[in-house]
Nanobody, 111 residues
Framework: QVQLVESGGDLVQPGGSLRLSCAAS????????MHWYRQASGKQREWVAT???????VYADSAKGRFTISRDNAKNTVYLQMNALKPEDTAVYYC?????WGKGTLVTVSS
């Protein structure tokens, strides 16, 4: 059984930074791509970034140049470093692997 637990969400001012973490249980973490999604209030969940098992990264246009996804297979953890945050980045951020989702962590960008 795979469990994903996100952490690191917080209230931050525009222009600030946060690092989200997603810790995965189980022994299959290193063989699958990991993804970050987000869902703002009243909107559909949207994909943010992906890191493959080999470390290749792909980003949504909204995240390019500001966000960095990475993974530490030894720690079964995937990260999302978010810089230059904007109010429109406010959302619950979820990590995903295959059909498994965490419960999310809330990021609020506001002055």
């Amino acid at each position: 059984q795979v469990q994903l637990v996100e952490s690191g969400g917080d209230l931050v001012q525009p222009g600030g930074s946060l690092r989200l973490s997603c810790a995965a249980s189980g022994s299959i973490f290193s063989i699958y791509a990991m993804h970050w999604y987000r869902q703002a209030s009243g909107k559909q969940r949207e994909w943010v970034a992906t890191v493959t098992k080999g470390g290749i990264t792909v980003y949504a246009d909204s995240a390019k140049g500001r966000f960095t996804i990475s993974r530490d297979n030894a720690k079964n953890t995937v990260y999302l470093q978010m810089n230059a945050l904007k109010p429109e980045d406010t959302a619950v951020y979820y990590c995903n692997m295959l059909t498994h989702w965490g419960k999310g962590t809330l990021v609020t960008v506001s002055s």
